[in-house]
């Protein structure tokens, strides 16, 4: 999973998710970015690009137990929302270790800031989420 090495270039880490559709019951795929992790907690903070409006993340609220791969890493996962503040700050984290991915990105979603104040403005409408492998 990823580009060959590639997406590390490039400052990119992804999570592909597999939830169990909510109204089919059928497993459903989809790829978000790693906005942070946490090596001491095993925490991985991703965002939800459509927020509550993502059918994945209203599989997740259906079916909390789902499937996540980081790399070649496996594991059944449960993720929780970040707080508004939360969510704005760990943006700002975000943009200061990957200032160009995260422009570009923001880019191609049409979202415009000149400095972090107004990035923690625009963190505080995105969904983040802290994402931990389910203890079995």
């Known amino acids: 999973m990823g580009l060959g090495g590639w997406e590390h270039l ?11 559709g909510r109204k089919t019951g059928k497993s459903r795929h989809t790829m978000v970015d ?4 946490d090596k001491s907690t095993e925490t991985y903070y991703i965002e939800a690009a459509y ?10 609220q259906s079916n909390p137990i789902f499937e996540a791969q980081v790399g070649r890493r496996k594991f059944k996962a449960r993720a929780g929302a970040l707080t508004t503040e939360g969510a704005s700050e760990m943006f700002v984290q975000f ?3 990957k200032p160009a991915y995260t422009r570009s ?3 191609m979603a049409g979202m415009k800031f000149k400095d972090e ?20």
């Open 117 to 136: 104040d107004e990035l923690r403005i625009l963190g505080k409408n995105l969904t983040l989420l802290a994402v931990t492998p389910e203890k079995e």
């Open 105 to 107: 990105v923001m880019a």
């Open 10 to 20: 490039v400052g990119a880490q992804w999570m592909l998710i597999t939830t169990k």
């Open 51 to 60: 927020g509550v409006r993502a059918d994945w993340y209203k599989n997740i």
């Open 34 to 37: 790693v906005m942070d992790y």
């Open 95 to 97: 943009y200061r270790s």
